[in-house]
Protein backbone atom coordinates (compact mmCIF):
# COMPACT_ATOMS: atom_id res chain seq x y z
CA UNK A 1 0.00 0.00 0.00
CA UNK A 2 1.23 3.54 -1.01
CA UNK A 3 0.87 6.01 1.50
CA UNK A 4 -1.63 8.58 -0.39
CA UNK A 5 -3.93 5.36 -0.24
CA UNK A 6 -2.95 4.87 3.17
CA UNK A 7 -4.27 8.50 3.97
CA UNK A 8 -7.33 7.99 1.88
CA UNK A 9 -7.94 4.70 4.17
CA UNK A 10 -7.26 7.04 7.41
CA UNK A 11 -9.91 9.48 7.01
CA UNK A 12 -12.36 6.46 6.05
CA UNK A 13 -11.60 5.19 9.18
CA UNK A 14 -12.23 8.33 11.09
CA UNK A 15 -15.87 8.39 9.85
CA UNK A 16 -16.36 4.37 10.47
CA UNK A 17 -16.39 3.49 6.72
CA UNK A 18 -13.47 1.48 6.24
CA UNK A 19 -13.73 -2.41 6.01
CA UNK A 20 -12.11 -4.47 8.35
CA UNK A 21 -9.53 -6.16 5.14
CA UNK A 22 -9.01 -2.66 4.67
CA UNK A 23 -8.22 -1.84 8.38
CA UNK A 24 -5.89 -4.61 8.67
CA UNK A 25 -3.83 -3.17 5.06
CA UNK A 26 -4.13 -0.21 6.70
CA UNK A 27 -2.51 -0.79 10.13
CA UNK A 28 0.02 -3.05 8.40
CA UNK A 29 1.15 0.19 6.65
CA UNK A 30 1.42 2.20 9.72
CA UNK A 31 3.37 -0.14 11.66
CA UNK A 32 5.91 0.28 9.12
CA UNK A 33 5.73 3.79 7.59
CA UNK A 34 6.64 6.82 9.95
CA UNK A 35 5.32 9.34 8.44
CA UNK A 36 2.05 8.11 8.01
CA UNK A 37 2.21 7.45 11.74
CA UNK A 38 2.35 11.28 12.11
CA UNK A 39 -0.59 12.26 9.67
CA UNK A 40 -2.69 9.88 11.80
CA UNK A 41 -1.61 11.76 15.21
CA UNK A 42 -1.92 15.03 13.33
CA UNK A 43 -6.28 13.43 12.08
CA UNK A 44 -6.59 12.79 15.70
CA UNK A 45 -5.82 15.80 16.97
CA UNK A 46 -8.00 17.73 14.62
CA UNK A 47 -10.58 15.56 15.05
CA UNK A 48 -10.99 15.94 18.80
CA UNK A 49 -10.83 19.57 18.68
CA UNK A 50 -13.50 19.52 16.12
CA UNK A 51 -15.55 17.08 18.39
CA UNK A 52 -16.39 19.47 21.05
CA UNK A 53 -19.81 19.20 23.21
CA UNK A 54 -21.70 21.54 22.73
CA UNK A 55 -24.39 22.91 25.70
CA UNK A 56 -27.54 22.28 25.94
CA UNK A 57 -29.82 25.21 25.77
CA UNK A 58 -31.78 26.58 28.65
CA UNK A 59 -35.55 25.66 29.43
CA UNK A 60 -37.81 27.17 27.24
CA UNK A 61 -35.26 29.22 25.07
CA UNK A 62 -36.76 28.55 21.74
CA UNK A 63 -40.48 29.98 23.36
CA UNK A 64 -38.49 32.94 24.55
CA UNK A 65 -36.29 33.10 20.98
CA UNK A 66 -39.28 33.16 19.20
CA UNK A 67 -41.41 35.69 21.05
CA UNK A 68 -38.75 37.97 21.21
CA UNK A 69 -38.47 37.90 16.91
CA UNK A 70 -42.14 38.59 16.88
CA UNK A 71 -41.65 41.80 19.16
CA UNK A 72 -39.45 43.22 16.79
CA UNK A 73 -41.42 42.67 13.38
CA UNK A 74 -44.14 44.41 15.52
CA UNK A 75 -41.61 46.94 16.08
CA UNK A 76 -39.95 47.54 12.42
CA UNK A 77 -42.86 48.76 10.60
CA UNK A 78 -42.55 47.94 7.02
CA UNK A 79 -43.70 50.05 4.33
CA UNK A 80 -46.07 49.03 2.00
CA UNK A 81 -43.66 49.10 -1.20
CA UNK A 82 -41.08 46.78 0.12
CA UNK A 83 -43.44 44.14 0.65
CA UNK A 84 -44.77 43.83 -2.88
CA UNK A 85 -41.53 44.94 -4.47
CA UNK A 86 -40.07 40.86 -4.84
CA UNK A 87 -43.32 40.03 -6.50
CA UNK A 88 -43.49 42.88 -8.70
CA UNK A 89 -39.97 42.18 -9.75
CA UNK A 90 -41.09 38.56 -10.74
CA UNK A 91 -44.63 39.63 -12.21
CA UNK A 92 -42.86 42.55 -14.32
CA UNK A 93 -40.50 40.10 -15.59
CA UNK A 94 -43.03 37.46 -16.48
CA UNK A 95 -44.91 40.02 -18.49
CA UNK A 96 -42.00 41.17 -20.38
CA UNK A 97 -40.53 37.54 -20.89
CA UNK A 98 -44.57 37.16 -22.30
CA UNK A 99 -44.32 40.61 -24.73
CA UNK A 100 -41.27 39.83 -26.13
CA UNK A 101 -42.76 35.83 -27.20
CA UNK A 102 -45.90 37.23 -28.13
CA UNK A 103 -44.18 39.95 -30.53
CA UNK A 104 -41.86 37.24 -32.17
CA UNK A 105 -44.61 34.99 -32.85
CA UNK A 106 -47.45 37.28 -34.21
CA UNK A 107 -45.11 39.57 -36.09
CA UNK A 108 -46.26 39.91 -39.70
CA UNK A 109 -44.72 37.71 -42.78
CA UNK A 110 -42.58 40.24 -45.30
CA UNK A 111 -44.31 40.10 -48.70
CA UNK A 112 -41.77 38.25 -51.08
CA UNK A 113 -42.07 39.58 -54.52
CA UNK A 114 -40.89 36.88 -57.46
CA UNK A 115 -38.87 37.47 -59.92
CA UNK A 116 -39.05 37.49 -63.86
CA UNK A 117 -37.39 34.34 -64.44
CA UNK A 118 -39.26 32.87 -61.01
CA UNK A 119 -42.27 34.44 -62.64
CA UNK A 120 -41.97 32.56 -65.96
CA UNK A 121 -41.00 28.96 -63.67
CA UNK A 122 -44.50 29.48 -61.99
CA UNK A 123 -46.19 29.32 -65.07
CA UNK A 124 -44.49 26.56 -66.62
CA UNK A 125 -42.95 28.42 -69.03
CA UNK A 126 -38.87 28.11 -70.11
CA UNK A 127 -37.12 31.31 -68.17
CA UNK A 128 -34.52 30.86 -70.56
CA UNK A 129 -36.00 31.36 -73.77
CA UNK A 130 -35.32 35.09 -74.03
CA UNK A 131 -31.78 34.53 -72.85
CA UNK A 132 -31.15 32.08 -75.94
CA UNK A 133 -33.06 34.92 -78.39
CA UNK A 134 -30.24 37.26 -77.15
CA UNK A 135 -27.70 34.77 -77.15
CA UNK A 136 -28.35 33.65 -80.68
CA UNK A 137 -27.37 37.54 -82.03
CA UNK A 138 -24.93 37.25 -84.38
CA UNK A 139 -23.55 40.57 -83.65
CA UNK A 140 -21.69 41.04 -80.55
CA UNK A 141 -22.62 44.46 -80.54
CA UNK A 142 -26.06 43.70 -80.61
CA UNK A 143 -25.55 40.73 -77.85
CA UNK A 144 -24.15 42.92 -75.27
CA UNK A 145 -27.01 46.10 -75.87
CA UNK A 146 -29.74 43.48 -75.40
CA UNK A 147 -27.75 42.34 -72.17
CA UNK A 148 -27.57 45.84 -70.71
CA UNK A 149 -31.14 46.57 -71.50
CA UNK A 150 -32.57 43.40 -70.15
CA UNK A 151 -30.53 43.64 -67.14
CA UNK A 152 -32.18 47.08 -66.66
CA UNK A 153 -35.22 45.98 -66.71
CA UNK A 154 -34.60 43.93 -63.57
CA UNK A 155 -36.72 45.58 -60.24
CA UNK A 156 -34.31 44.05 -57.71
CA UNK A 157 -30.91 45.25 -58.18
CA UNK A 158 -28.82 42.15 -56.16
CA UNK A 159 -30.30 40.06 -58.69
CA UNK A 160 -28.52 41.93 -61.81
CA UNK A 161 -26.04 40.22 -63.10
CA UNK A 162 -22.29 41.81 -62.73
CA UNK A 163 -19.01 40.58 -64.47
Not at 97 to 104: P, R, V, W, Y
Not at 105 to 129: G, K, V
Not at 142 to 149: A, G, H, V
Request: net charge neutral; glycine share 2%; hydrophobic share 40%.
Amino acid sequence: MNCKRAEKFLLLSFDGRLGEKDRAALDSHLQSCSLCREKEKEYRQIFSLLHVETPEPLPYFEDRLMAKLKEKEKSVPTLFWQRWTARAMAVSLAVAILFGAGALLFRPQEALELSQPEILLLHDENPLAEAATILEQKKPEDRNMMLIFAASEMRDPARRYRP
